[in-house]
């Protein structure tokens, strides 16, 4: 299971930190990515993290202005944006899956676990 939190309403320049909790399986066998989704927009990928936390990608409309960072032992990974902007109002998901390599998964279908998703809404 994986619950996300953190987002909210915050004006553009302003910043977030998201947090993904898991539990069940140990959380140092997952990989996670977080995605999100605005009105009417497919769903994309804007950063993803290896299950030790040794490789990270991220979306080039976030990057140097975003870090996705994880605590194994709090089974937790977290997005922080800085510099929002209203493009990027969205729902963000975390999602999850055991990976045995290092990789950063970027796809949405790679993953087979997902939050419910936290609003985070910038306003301009």
């Known amino acids: 299971q994986l619950v996300e939190s953190g987002g909210g309403l915050v004006q553009a320049g302003g910043s977030l930190r998201l947090s993904c909790v898991g539990s069940?399986?140990?959380?140092?066998?997952?990989?996670v990515g977080w995605f999100r989704q605005a009105p009417g927009k497919e769903r994309e990928f804007v950063a993803g993290?290896?299950?030790?936390?040794?490789?990270?990608a991220y979306k080039e409309a976030v990057k140097g202005r975003s870090t996705i960072s994880r605590d194994n032992v709090k089974n937790t990974v977290y997005l922080e944006i800085n510099r929002l902007k209203p493009e990027d109002t969205a729902v963000y998901f975390c999602a999850a899956k055991v990976t045995v390599t290092g990789a950063v998964i970027t796809s949405g279908s790679g993953y087979n676990y997902w939050g419910q998703g936290t609003q985070v809404t910038v306003s301009p």
């Open positions: 069940g399986r140990t959380f140092s066998d997952y990989g």
């Open positions: 993290i290896s299950r030790a936390g040794t490789k990270v």
